[in-house]
């Protein structure tokens, strides 16, 4: 039976198709949804999966009273704790994205080694993120980091005597610590480089007519500027926030083990501990897919309220 051209157009499509279908399936989807099933099981990896149903979903996010003070506490009241710690440090994120797009606006114009300046700014994002982390456990070392030394020596210089925090050894500290060094990261890093491209995909007739009818550069600014790079902000913002439920591992893990106090410890953090730390498998696939839903709610919301600031 001879195939007509139609069918062996099929064929080879899917035959192309074929390597990255079957790599999404047996890297991506099986693993998935083997994590939901195990959701709703407990195992410790050495012995046989017990079948709990809701169990570890109800203890995750549920609440009872306390048989000594009566009190409603959380059944799990780390997972709060480091729910809340995921979030703080995600309050970083608007002060990334406005000092990204003023980067950006800066690097936009043209001046000389205009490129050697761009790949300065965008060096730390590129760079492994195990040597950042060394690097900035250093810099916050209470006794000999540079930055304590910066604030010593220059209390000297205005007459004070300033003594630096302990940073990633205080609580109160340790979470603006670890926001100040993202920040330092983020502000040269693929945000930049998207509002760059941005920036530079505005047509230049938009200035020269604004500049005829007299507008100054805060007005072309909030004019034109702002709507036509919304998309990229829009994008940007989405990602940024799917980014900060999915990070702090790579900080707790190397500078801080999630201290002190549970401080710095986030929701991937407590997933790795639940996984690798104390063999809790189903617990942590249950973490997993709470964070996804989490996710996929706030990317609704900012798909459904924050696509209508957008200009297209």
């Known amino acids: 039976m001879r195939m007509n051209a139609r069918t062996k157009e099929t064929i080879a499509a899917y035959g192309f198709l074929a390597p990255n279908l079957i ?3 047996v890297f991506t989807f099986v693993p998935v949804f083997f994590s939901l099933v195990l ?3 407990k195992w410790d990896i050495l012995t046989a999966p017990q079948f709990i149903g809701f169990d570890n979903f109800i203890h995750l996010l549920g609440f009872g009273r306390d048989p000594v003070t009566n009190h409603i506490i959380a059944k799990d009241p780390k997972f709060w704790q480091y729910l809340w710690n995921t979030v703080f440090l995600m309050f970083s994120i608007p002060v ?3 000092a990204s797009l003023a980067l950006a606006i800066a690097l936009n114009r043209k001046v000389r080694c205009e490129s050697m300046f761009r790949t300065i700014f965008f060096l730390p994002s590129i760079c492994p993120g195990v040597a950042i ?7 916050f070392n209470p006794e000999y980091g540079m930055l304590n030394n910066i604030i010593y020596w220059g209390g000297k210089f205005l007459g004070f005597n300033l003594q630096g925090p302990l940073w990633l050894n205080s609580p109160g500290w340790a979470k603006p610590s670890l926001m100040l060094m993202n920040f330092w990261i983020a502000i040269g890093g693929m945000n930049m480089i998207l509002y760059l491209a941005a920036l530079q995909g505005i047509p230049r007739d938009f200035y020269e007519a604004a500049e005829i009818d007299g507008a100054n550069g805060w007005q072309k600014f909030w004019a ?8 990229t902000t829009f994008f940007i ?3 940024s926030i799917i980014g900060g439920f999915q990070g702090g591992f790579m900080q707790a893990y190397i500078m801080t083990g999630g201290g002190p106090g549970g401080a710095t410890t986030t929701i991937e ?4 501990n639940n996984l690798y730390t104390w063999q809790n498998v189903g617990y942590a696939a249950a973490i997993a897919w709470f964070l996804f839903m989490v996710i996929f709610v706030v990317s609704l919301v900012n798909w459904r309220f924050g696509g209508k600031l957008v200009h297209y």
């Open 23 to 25: 790599g999404f399936m």
């Open 39 to 41: 959701s709703f099981y």
């Open 96 to 98: 990334c994205m406005m």
């Open 133 to 139: 982390s060394i690097l900035w456990l250093w810099i």
């Open 224 to 231: 034109i500027t702002w709507p036509q790079i919304s998309p």
């Open 237 to 239: 913002a989405i990602m």
């Open 269 to 272: 953090y407590y997933i790795f």
